[in-house]
């Protein structure tokens, strides 16, 4: 796929896409029409699955997504009162990728590339410049975790459930990050670290000991949260410097963080126009697997803003979606 082209396929053929999302713990189904129309995007979250495990199980995952598939399959036509005649590609997720790009483009109508992309989930913390559609150069990464991974582990470490970037986003929202103050993390150029935050946050907490209140683990999980986003945008900010361009987006698990949504506004500000998908297509969903096979399926030029080729016709195609194929 991506440059690598084999899976070229005409436009009409490809006017309701079928995704399957089941690369994690959420199970989803969706059926997406012209690449940017969502008909429907189910999605069946494991977290109560995996909780008293304090992670994922990928055993229980597995045999949990196939229980659910048939169930969820059925629920998706019948939410987007369509039949599987109607679909003229399938998508399904073949392992982490850039793929959430693919949630912006569910999000604006308008949106096209070129565009600069900030990609932050469990697995990526990658800054992206999408010259075209399947077309990805990484020109920023992390050297080791993942915003998303170090968002969980810090979570675990203040003692917070799973899934735990949105509970320490929670509890983020009752401290003060000043009475915690933790290093904030810059390398030279655009590569992200986190590992060493981590460990201040660590040594914090032992330092404190008993004295890791309530109130003392609200204000460190403020100060990591802090640390983890000015970090983020500060690398945006360079990479938009560096290279202007119009459009902006901010997408993955970690792009539902409240003070990232707030703080990418204010950094990117009028220097170009910012995207960052709803909450509901930020993690894991089908809508965006559906979303990235279609546009990046299509023969070069003839990718656009919802076209108008009606659901039904051709043979159907089937297409593993593995955005990382076609990277720099
Ligand atoms: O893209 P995604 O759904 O899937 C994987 O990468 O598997 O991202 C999940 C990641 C997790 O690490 C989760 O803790 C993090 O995104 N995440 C958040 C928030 N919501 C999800 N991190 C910080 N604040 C949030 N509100």
Redesign the pocket.
């Known amino acids: 796929m991506g440059r690598s082209g084999e899976a070229r396929v005409g436009v009409k053929e490809l006017a309701v896409t079928l995704g399957i999302e089941t690369?994690?713990d959420?199970t989803s189904v969706a059926l997406v029409e012209g690449g940017r129309r969502v008909l429907a995007n189910v999605i069946h979250s494991q977290v109560d699955l995996h909780k008293e495990f304090g992670g994922v199980v990928p055993e229980l995952a597995a045999r949990d997504h196939l229980e659910r598939l048939p169930h969820l399959l059925d629920l998706a036509f019948e939410q987007a009162q369509a039949s599987p005649e109607d679909v003229g590609l399938i998508a399904v997720t073949r392992g982490?990728g850039l793929a959430?790009f693919y949630a912006a483009m569910l999000a604006r109508a308008d949106l096209e590339p070129p565009l600069l992309g900030l990609v932050v989930?469990?697995?990526?913390s990658d800054l992206v410049r999408m010259p075209e559609h399947g077309r990805f150069e990484v020109i920023g990464r992390t050297r080791d975790d993942?915003?998303?991974?170090a968002?969980?582990k810090a979570?675990r470490m203040l003692g917070l459930g799973y899934?735990?970037?949105?509970a320490?986003?929670r509890l983020a929202r009752t401290g003060d990050a000043r009475r915690q103050p933790l290093p904030r993390p810059s390398l030279p150029g655009l590569e992200f670290s986190f590992s060493g935050l981590k460990t201040a946050l660590l040594y914090r907490l032992r330092d404190l000991g008993d004295g890791a209140g309530p109130q003392e683990k609200a204000d460190l999980a403020a100060a990591f949260?802090r640390s983890v986003v000015e970090s983020l945008l500060e690398k945006l900010d360079e990479a938009l410097s560096r290279a202007p361009v119009a459009e902006v987006v901010v997408a993955?698990?970690?792009a539902?963080?409240?003070l990232?949504r707030r703080r990418a506004a204010e950094v990117v500000g009028d220097r170009a126009r910012l995207t960052m998908p709803p909450l509901e297509l930020?993690?894991?969903n089908a809508a965006m697997i559906a979303a990235a096979a279609y546009f990046t399926s299509l023969p070069r030029g003839e990718v656009g803003p919802a076209r108008s080729a009606g659901p039904g016709g051709g043979p159907q195609q089937s297409i593993t979606v593995d955005p990382s194929v076609g990277w720099d």
């Open positions: 690369s994690c959420e982490p959430g989930s469990g697995a990526h993942a915003a998303g991974e968002f969980d979570a899934p735990g970037g949105p320490l986003d949260e993955g698990g970690v539902a963080n409240t990232l930020c993690t894991d």
